[in-house]
């Protein structure tokens, strides 16, 4: 407070740097973004999220099912008919007030649109099973263990629409 905003911005660099890769680093690269934004914190949010076009992806959905079972059976059932080679690990969590179904892994950020663009045409056997007010999107791997900490889906969506379409 006494050096001003910019020895502050410095000393948060330098954070950032020496912490990169755990939670201290985050918060400092979250905080350096909010700054430099001069304070809009849906920008800042939304930038918390980084492009890896070449990093492992993962898809998710989320939705409030009637049965989480149900769900991932159905999803299996659909890998089977269109993707029979492919050997993809179906997964749920309960993401606040909705259940979250992601589906690894995918080598990059175009083998995920590649499953995304067939996936946006093929809804509606997951709300046959009673999966309602669905979210679907490409996420990579770390950008997935940020949203879950967060927990801040719409924010996750703007930076999925700049950047994945």
Same mark, same amino acid.
């Given at each position: 407070?006494?050096?001003?905003?910019?020895?502050?911005?410095? &000393?948060?660099?330098?954070?950032?740097?020496?912490?990169?890769?755990?939670?201290?680093?985050?918060?400092?690269?979250?905080?350096?973004?909010?700054?430099?934004?001069?304070?809009?914190?849906?920008?800042?949010?939304?930038?918390?999220?980084?492009?890896?076009?070449?990093?492992?992806?993962?898809?998710?959905?989320?939705?409030?099912?009637?049965? &989480?079972?149900?769900?991932?059976?159905?999803?299996?059932?659909?890998? &089977?008919?269109?993707?029979?080679?492919?050997?993809?690990?179906?997964?749920?969590?309960?993401?606040?007030?909705?259940?979250?179904?992601?589906?690894?892994?995918?080598?990059?950020?175009?083998?995920?649109?590649?499953?995304?663009?067939?996936? &946006?045409?093929?809804?509606?056997?997951?709300?046959?099973?009673?999966?309602?007010?669905?979210?679907?999107?490409?996420?990579?791997?770390?950008?997935?263990?940020?949203?879950?900490?967060?927990?801040?889906?719409?924010?996750?969506?703007?930076?999925?629409?700049?950047?994945?379409?």
């Amino acid at each position: 407070k006494t050096k001003g905003k910019d020895a502050y911005i410095k &000393e948060l660099e330098a954070v950032k740097e020496a912490y990169q890769g755990t939670e201290i680093g985050e918060m400092a690269d979250f905080t350096l973004r909010l700054l430099k934004n001069d304070g809009n914190a849906e920008e800042a949010a939304a930038s918390i999220y980084d492009t890896a076009p070449k990093s492992i992806h993962y898809y998710v959905i989320t939705g409030t099912a009637e049965n &989480e079972k149900n769900v991932k059976i159905e999803l299996d059932k659909y890998h &089977e008919q269109y993707f029979g080679t492919k050997n993809f690990q179906i997964n749920s969590l309960v993401f606040g007030d909705k259940n979250l179904f992601y589906i690894k892994q995918f080598v990059d950020k175009a083998e995920v649109l590649k499953y995304h663009t067939e996936m &946006e045409g093929n809804t509606t056997f997951l709300t046959n099973v009673g999966l309602r007010s669905i979210e679907s999107y490409a996420i990579s791997e770390a950008n997935f263990q940020t949203l879950v900490k967060s927990n801040k889906e719409k924010e996750y969506l703007r930076f999925f629409w700049k950047n994945y379409n």
